[in-house]
């Protein structure tokens, strides 16, 4: 009898017990998402046209009388089945062919503009493919120009400041790059650097050192994409620091395999462009561990959406996903955020309005 009341009294008190512990895990969670979601944040790598939402697609077929292959936006978001760079690419270049009028540029970088807003995102800077459009018969003029007037409107409507980022085709020619750089130079006033996207494999940065030369001849900021595992990716990374010279590395989740690379990461201050939900759809893991890597040998490692229309998730989804895996700290989560500010491509009296503005809600947080 005293025995059975002892045990039922030890079980008694276990549950309690695992139910506070529950209860206090789920406060804990709900107080960091709320941290994250309300923390000021900055976005540097994300592809206008990965932000291209289903119900958009549908719109835009409609009003510019192109026949899809799905019926509904369901059937689209049913169809992202990608295993690896390649297989996302083909479904990202085969959505944008929507995209025809300079309002539906205007719109995609509107709507996006918005969603980033709604979660504290106060500053961006997109990149854009533009050899995906003009080799469409799209005018250089119609997408620049669309993209321009949103990035008025919602700096002026929103609030959200941003500098755009024209990006270069890697499985395209150099020529085809620098024929793109000659489109934009009329527009230099709205373009802050230029990128290397798309499929990566024996496309190296080497092919377009001529572009990137007459590009920062021309007050251009550099960065490339280093995607993660990439084959000769290693090669790839030491080119774009010393042939290239580029100022930040999209992605460069591989540094962390050569002591010497971080050391000279480190040493030059480039930041890198994480992209955590975006990895876990091509290489499977939200590389928490690899960032938690970056931030403590001091490397400037930002978190960033990517393509997030197709990788169903924005800022505030990247930040949730990579503390929620990590169990990344309010310290560690701040870091990454003013690395962001840090290494964001503004002049110095912005980037103290922007740090104070992080440290401001640090204090008020703490
Ligand atoms: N990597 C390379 N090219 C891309 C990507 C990416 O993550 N997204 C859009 N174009
Ligand atoms: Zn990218």
Redesign the pocket.
Known sequence: MIHSTIVLAWKFWLSLTLKLKKHVYNTEAKQMKTFIEKMPKAELHV?L??TLEPEHIFALAQRNGIDLEYKTPQDVIDAYDFVD?PS??KI?YAAMNVLREERDFYELAYQYFEKVAAENVIYVEP?F?PQAHTSRGVEFSTIIDGIHRAQIDAETNLGVKSNLIM?FLRDLSEASAIEHLDMCLPYLDRIIGVGL????KDNPPSKFSEVFRRAREHGLKLTM?C?VNQKDIGEHMWECLNDIRVDRI??GVNSLEDDAMCDEIVKRGIGLTV?PV?NRF?VQSLTANEIRSMLQKGMKATVNS??PAYFRAYMNENFIALQEEGDFTKEEILQLSRNAFEVAWVDEPQRQVFLQALDSYAADAA
């Open positions: 592809h046209e990965g760079l996302f690419l990202y990149f493919d990006c996207d798309s499929d990566e994409h995607d999209d992605h992209c975006s091509v990517d393509d």
